[in-house]
């Protein structure tokens, strides 16, 4: 009786997750206009030595982002279409939330945790308006408005050193957002998306109706530009343990 039971939650626990990430894509895709598309997913760990845990459904037996990639479909499938959205969760609703970073949808700067949270301290000390910030156990990604390739160059070739750690997602880049679920763990925010026309203080997005067939209608989420947080985060990096100079996943 105990496993029966055991087996119900853990099948309402599964399709409350899956319900919740369809939830999400549709707010991204249909309510911001960011385009999404399914993340592989992770699968039970075959490698020698590895038990119990979560590796990548991908055929790369050492994938270095375990769960957290597009792939069949790939990225460029990334849509903002609610009728490819649906589908796609429908059959696999347990797949992450990938955005696709650049173009009009959010870039993004991605520094290991505890360099994040060190930045984060110090940008809110200087009173300075953030924009959502997503958390996973390993790294923290701030969303920032859209930026060129050409001008991200111009502001690092500005800086003496960048540590490698330091990661930025723009154009043919691509970021999983909460709620997902990674090999890497659980996908959070850390500061939720706040309206445009929200004050700093806001820290979730606010109903603006229903759209048809679709979720809450929102006002799209407040960015930062990059060039008012790169400072910090370059900082914050080089101060992480190791120098900053470890990619850390």
């Known amino acids: 009786m105990r496993e029966i039971l055991g087996r119900r939650r853990r099948l309402r626990l599964r399709r409350k997750e899956g319900t919740a990430r369809l939830d ?17 997913g992770t699968a039970q760990a075959t490698l020698p030595g590895e038990s119990g845990g979560l590796g990548c459904a991908c055929p790369e037996p050492d994938c270095a982002v375990p769960g957290a990639h597009p792939f069949e479909p790939g990225l460029l499938a990334a849509t903002t279409d609610e009728r490819m959205v649906r589908w796609w969760w429908a059959g696999r609703p347990a ?15 991605s520094l290991p945790a ?4 060190r930045a ?17 156990p390993t790294r923290w990604s701030l969303l ?3 930026y060129t390739l050409e001008r991200l160059g111009e502001l690092l070739y500005a800086k ?16 999983v957002l909460p709620p997902s679920r990674t090999g890497a763990g659980q996908v959070r925010w850390e500061r939720p998306p ?8 806001a ?23 990059v060039e008012a947080v790169l400072d910090a985060l370059v900082e914050a990096s080089t101060g992480a343990p190791g120098g900053g100079s470890r990619l850390a996943y």
Request: proline share 13%; with cysteine; glycine share 14%.
């Open 24 to 40: 999400a894509a549709l707010t991204c895709a249909t309510a911001w206009q960011w385009p999404v598309v399914p993340g592989v």
């Open 194 to 201: 706040a309206p445009l026309g929200a004050s700093a203080s």
């Open 120 to 136: 984060l301290s110090v940008l809110d000390g200087l009173g300075m308006r953030l924009g959502p910030v997503v958390a996973t």
């Open 160 to 175: 003496d050193w960048v540590p490698s750690s330091l990661r930025f997602h723009g154009e043919g880049g691509y970021l």
């Open 95 to 109: 797949a992450p939330v990938m955005l696709a970073t650049g173009g009009r949808a959010p870039c993004a700067v």
């Open 114 to 117: 505890v360099a994040g949270a």
């Open 203 to 225: 820290s979730a997005p606010v109903s603006r109706g229903r759209t048809k067939g679709g979720p809450p209608a929102v006002a799209a989420p407040w960015l930062p530009d």
């Open 144 to 146: 920032v408005a859209p």
